[in-house]
């Protein structure tokens, strides 16, 4: 059990519906990312948060995704109107400050958009 | 752009071959490098990290990797391999630590 746990495991969307995931990480950590992974690469980078401040976005984080962390806790990942295209492994991770490489990763979640 | 990448996308051993997986990193600035890996139906580990200091850095389960500056390398190795290795192996870097290679998926055949 790494601590971070993530909700749902697996989720199956029709296309054009609306899809939220959450992340909850270890609790003393500050940072938290979210990653995204297809089938034959490493993880894509997406955003991350210090604290309750979204610090960073990728350019892969069109304006159909939107990440939260209100309380600086536990956070949420939603994609809007889903394409075929948003079908992959959503992975969450988080660290102390200043500290990236002792990073947690939780199970990740399986979207799949039918 | 800071980017990392993995020559070996799929490697078979036998059991107690000798391991060395390839990465190049290539970003300025602080060099923050790791290995991760990934075990079949599992969540990403950290294998071993380095962020200054002695060159040669030992990680968990017998992996070691060594910090060439000036190859802009940060290559994995392991001197004898077992089955329960088999699993994908992930180089990363950068300032925040936020780009990986694109993995190599790793057999080992008993």
């Keep these: ?114 | 752009a800071q980017s990392v990448s993995q020559h070996n996308h799929h490697v078979i051993l036998s059991e107690a071959a000798s391991l060395e997986l390839g990465c190049n990193y290539s970003y300025g600035g602080t060099v923050n490098l790791f290995w991760y890996v990934q075990y079949p139906g599992q969540h990403l580990q950290l294998l071993l990290k380095y962020f200054s200091g002695d060159p040669l850095v030992k990680g968990i389960k017998g992996f070691e990797a060594e910090f060439i500056k000036s190859k802009f390398s940060f290559n994995l190795r392991k001197p004898s391999v077992q089955w329960s290795d088999t699993a994908e192996y992930f180089c990363g870097g950068g300032a925040d630590g936020l780009t990986f290679g694109k993995g190599t998926h790793l057999i080992i055949q008993p």
């Design chain 1, 1 to 114: 059990d790494t601590g971070v746990s993530q909700d749902p495991r697996h989720k199956i969307t029709k296309r054009g519906q609306n899809v939220t995931f959450r992340c909850d990480p270890i609790s003393e950590h500050n940072r938290l990312y979210w990653y995204r992974q297809t089938l034959g690469q490493g993880p894509e980078f997406l955003t991350y948060f210090q604290n309750e401040a979204q610090l960073e976005k990728s350019r892969l984080l069109s304006d159909r995704f939107s990440a939260e962390r209100p309380k600086g806790s536990f956070s949420t990942l939603e994609i809007q109107r889903t394409e075929q295209g948003d079908s992959a492994m959503y992975l969450c991770a988080s660290s102390l400050l200043g500290s990236f490489t002792e990073a947690f990763f939780g199970q990740g979640t399986r979207l799949t958009v039918v």
